[in-house]
């Protein structure tokens, strides 16, 4: 069975510096990958998406992640962060067999101070 | 293209009463889910749609919940009766038929049980 887990719960940067979210994942088949933003009292929206093609992908927002199959990592990255980065985000992982099965990590808060 | 959207957005019972929710889906997404997610926690799904057929509901607290997806497009979502601890945000989501297919997320419905 698959599962996601968020290393952080919670990551504080300062304004214009870079950020990382560390997502680990276990999956019995070649996975698919997401990363997904929450803001307060809005649902989640897709920021990238890793389908088996390019390792290096990258999202809206300049957002970028890269896929590492040897460490089952899919850390979620960005060189400078801005105060509208402040919001939850969840790495999700589906397996390949027609991909019903969302499997979700328990999330991780982004403060971004001034 | 249109999102998901829900309605209402904020619904405030007293605790044995009856809610329902609403969602319609992307156009021509098959797939449709229910989240519920308590604050500070990532979504849990409650049922998920292949078009009107139910994939899998094996976490919806079928005592109290039901749902339905009438003609494969919109659904509604019912508690009845209510209680404290179904406090939450309840998330529909849709996706296209295939792999790889990302979820798209409604805004969510915020439930205060008093």
């Known amino acids: 069975a698959q599962s996601v887990t968020q290393l952080d719960s919670h990551v504080s940067v300062s304004e214009g510096t870079p950020v990382l979210l560390r997502c680990n994942y276990s999956s019995s088949y070649s996975p698919s990958l997401f990363w997904y933003v929450q803001h307060p009292n809005k649902g989640l929206q897709l920021l990238l998406k890793y389908t088996s093609a390019a390792t290096l992908v990258k999202g809206i927002n300049g957002f970028e992640a890269e896929f590492k199959k040897s460490e089952t990592s899919f850390h979620l990255t960005k060189p400078s962060a801005h105060m509208s980065d402040a919001a939850e985000y969840f790495c999700v992982v589906i397996e390949d067999n027609y991909g019903q099965n969302f499997v979700f990590g328990p999330g991780t808060r982004l403060s971004v101070l001034p | 293209e249109a999102g998901v959207a829900q309605s209402p957005r904020y619904k405030i019972i007293e605790k044995r009463q009856s809610v329902a929710f609403w969602c319609n889906p992307i156009s021509g997404h098959a797939t449709l889910y229910w989240y519920q997610q308590i604050l500070g926690q990532g979504p849990k799904l409650l049922i998920q749609?292949?078009?009107?057929?139910?994939?899998?509901d094996s976490q919806l607290p079928k005592d109290r919940f039901s749902a339905e997806r009438l003609k494969g497009v919109d659904s509604t979502l019912k508690i009845q009766p209510a209680k404290l601890e179904d406090s939450a945000v309840y998330l529909c989501?849709?996706?296209?038929?295939?792999?790889?297919?990302?979820?798209?997320f409604g805004d969510g419905t915020r439930l205060s049980i008093l």
């Open positions: 749609f292949q078009n009107n057929g139910v994939v899998d």
């Open positions: 989501a849709s996706r296209k038929q295939g792999s790889h297919q990302p979820q798209h």
